[in-house]
């Protein structure tokens, strides 16, 4: 358990640390982190927050996330979109479905996370499937 614990821990800072680079700062922003929990604000209109939540069980068990925009919201068990087996892919879903609906290119610095990922999300979705959630 305490094994999970320190992974879950260094997962979240790793993640902390790249919204808070310059490519994702103008657009998300660190908010919380406990043991099993992370939060992350949307600055862009029409704002909002993403949450990753994990288990004493982490990896085991996979972590869920929650992106809410303006009054809309979608999670991990949104239709099409593929398990995130880690919470770093947690982030990657919520940080995609983000930058998609503003039509931002993805930075290198959340692609490195977990490139194979990400080019699987860009395998599932077009170009223009999440721009309704930001209007």
Known sequence: MIMANNEIMKETERLFNCAKRLELRQIIEPLNCTQYYSSFRVLR?????FVILSTPDYPLVKPGWILTLGD????????????AFT???????CVYVILKGLQVEMP???IEL???FKEHLD???SEDT??????
């Open 45 to 49: 209109d029409p704002g909002g927050q």
């Open 72 to 83: 809309k919201q979608m999670a991990d068990t949104a239709e099409r979109f593929p398990e």
């Open 87 to 93: 919470i770093t892919q947690a982030f990657i879903c």
């Open 108 to 110: 290198s610095v959340v």
């Open 114 to 116: 977990d490139q194979p």
């Open 123 to 125: 395998s599932i979705f």
């Open 130 to 135: 999440f721009e309704s959630l930001f209007s």
